[in-house]
């Protein structure tokens, strides 16, 4: 296949949800040309999520439009380095987006800062229980930078999204009604919590009766109107219920298309290029120098795009792949321990409960919104003592109400017939009588946890696809039996009906099938040594400079709260570090 050159570009951005997009903002506002390009189709708020027809459960909550699609690209999976992998062929337990926006666009909005302990993890608990206390095979690892670093970025993230919630940490003064466990804050979230729903209501009184310190959980989901930094306003949430797996009708829900882009996609030194698939970061004779990108278009013809930066900014597992695919970095071997790229691959481990009330007990399931409900935190990190209890990480524990659409949120006590008269009469008893609370909890990174080349399977263009190694192990099912022991009690105190609980049990293996999140970390993580580590604290390649990776794949380990507040944050931390160092002086702004 012949290859079209187009003319040169400052930077190029490959992938266009969150992180493309405060790239963009970023860097053009230096006066650079920027061009993304977004495998994707185009979106936006209007026409693409207008209401009615946003609303459309079979369209976007299971038939997934949204998201990727697995006939043209997927990934691998397989359990250990001895099995043979075999295609994820039907989404199920992560849902990486597609489109403008990415996974930015169908997220629920919680909007999590990492804690403290939680970005210097290997430090914190080797000093708290001592070195032995890290288990054989577990690869924990500390982010090169703090959180007093990042705090400013974190701060500012916020602000762009209009984010609902309450501090609980201002200034190092501890406010009642916010999360007494979180880091110092420099100001106050930029708009009110959500309103808060019945089941959220009852779930923290049950947990503060037992101790516990609940609060609203920080939302991405605009409480009020809102004017952000960049001068872009955004409604308040109307509780419609379609936030996971759909686009936001309203301008309230934060993503690329209600914060950022009406103002960046006006800007004349930028360019964005849709159905525009990246298969190679182009390298020089000396491999240590980027010189554009490779992608296919729409009409299937090859481009080659030349470029003084790039950006990967494209999903976690698509960054990963898309290294490996052109030669950055030192594939990691398990059996060595050498090489660094795909290293640290970890995912999320999950448990809930369902409680069922009498017919007395009204809920109005259809009333929520991504981010909507009530959470503890005393059960997360290292907010409590681990001393007795042989594992490390955590959970917080939410009541959250995102909907009640009539396919996928239906909760039905165990013993309700799966299908027939009794299933309908089932649906009938308790739609209105039932609510769910559950733990997101923390995974480790080991070994044999890891993203390579697959060495079977190739693409829509004949490339390798993604394979993944994951299985859960010891130390995240002792935590999660734990955390849920703790939940259920606090549902035992909310005096449910009946109620069914769902954990991990002891020797589980890791299954795509059910949905849990779209949380995928690791495989670039970042670090302070070229040799455990794919870029710096900068987002900075190691071995070739000129190219920048963001987004969840520079995660060590996978903390507990949803990764798109960190995130964003780093996004931003890397385009300042690139805005006022390395323009002035490109080349390595971490000396190896």
């Known amino acids: 296949m012949s290859t079209i050159k187009k003319p040169p570009v400052d930077v190029v951005i490959v992938g266009f949800g969150w992180t493309g997009a405060i790239m963009g903002m970023e860097l053009t506002e230096t ?100 070195d032995k206390w890290v288990p054989e095979g577990m690869l924990l690892q500390d982010y090169p930078l703090s959180y007093t670093e990042l705090e400013p970025y974190f701060d500012k993230f916020e602000k762009v999204c209009g984010t609902a919630g309450k501090a609980g940490n201002l200034q190092g003064n501890i406010v009642k009604g916010g999360n007494p466990f979180e880091g110092p804050r420099t100001s106050e979230y930029p708009t009110a919590p959500l309103k808060q729903l019945y089941s959220g209501s009852l779930f923290g009184k049950a947990a503060e009766s037992l101790g516990y310190h609940p609060f609203s959980i920080p939302a991405a989901n605009c409480s009020e109107p809102y004017t952000n930094p960049y001068g872009v306003q955004l409604g308040p949430c109307n509780y419609c219920g379609y936030c996971e797996r759909f686009g936001c009708f309203m301008y309230s ?84 321990g050498e090489g660094v790229v795909g290293k640290n691959y970890a995912y999320q481990m999950n448990s809930g409960i369902s409680l069922f009330y009498d017919k007395d007990t009204h809920f109005n399931p259809f009333i929520g919104a991504g981010a909507a409900g009530t959470v503890i935190d005393d059960l997360n990190s290292e907010n ?69 080349l697959d060495p079977t399977y190739r693409d829509a263009y004949g490339l390798p696809l993604l394979r993944m190694t994951f299985d859960w192990k010891a130390n995240e099912i002792k935590m999660t039996q734990h955390i849920t022991s703790k939940m259920a009690n606090i549902a035992k105190a909310m005096e449910p009906k009946q109620m069914a609980i769902s954990v991990m049990g002891s020797g589980s293996h ?57 995130v964003g944050a780093l996004a931003y931390y890397s385009a300042e570090a690139i805005r006022n160092q390395y323009l002035n002086n490109p080349g390595p702004l971490v000396q190896a």
């Open 384 to 452: 409590f003592d681990h001393g007795e209890l042989g594992f490390i990480g955590g959970a917080y524990i939410s009541a959250t109400r995102t909907g009640g659409r009539p396919i996928q949120q239906m909760s039905l006590p165990p013993g309700t017939p799966t299908w027939g008269s009794g299933w309908k009469q089932g649906i009938k008893d308790n739609y209105q009588h039932s609510m769910s609370i559950g733990s997101e909890g923390s995974v480790m990174p080991y070994r044999d946890c890891y993203l390579d």
């Open 31 to 130: 006066g650079l040309s920027v061009l993304a390009l977004e495998r994707g189709e185009q979106r936006d708020t209007y026409p693409d999520f207008a209401y009615p027809r946003i609303a459309d459960e079979l369209t976007y909550g299971i038939r997934l439009k949204l998201e990727q699609e697995m006939a043209h690209e997927t990934v691998t999976v397989r359990h250990t380095p001895a099995d043979f992998a075999v295609p994820y062929r039907q989404l199920g337990s992560f849902l990486p987006g597609n489109g403008v926006g990415g996974a930015g666009v169908h997220w629920n909005g919680m909007h999590w800062r990492a804690l403290p302990a939680d970005l210097k993890m290997r430090t914190t608990v080797t000093e708290k229980y001592g």
């Open 510 to 566: 890791y299954d795509v099938r059910p949905y849990q999140s779209t949380h995928t970390t690791g495989g670039a993580i970042t670090g302070d040594n070229p040799k455990t580590s794919v870029v710096n604290k900068y987002l900075q390649c190691w071995d070739v400079p000129n190219v920048f990776v963001t987004g969840a794949c520079a995660f060590p380990q996978n903390l507990a709260y949803n990764p798109t507040g960190i």
């Open 253 to 336: 829900k934060a993503s690329p298309q209600t914060t950022i882009l009406p103002v960046l996609m006006k800007r004349k030194n930028f360019e964005l290029r849709t159905q525009s698939q990246v298969i190679k970061v182009n390298l020089d004779s000396s491999g240590k120098k980027a010189t554009g990108v490779t992608y296919v278009d729409a009409q299937g013809q090859q481009i080659e795009q030349p470029a003084d930066l790039v950006i990967l900014s494209a999903f976690q597992l698509h960054n990963v792949r898309l290294l490996l695919l052109s030669g950055i970095g030192k594939p990691y071997d398990p059996v060595t």
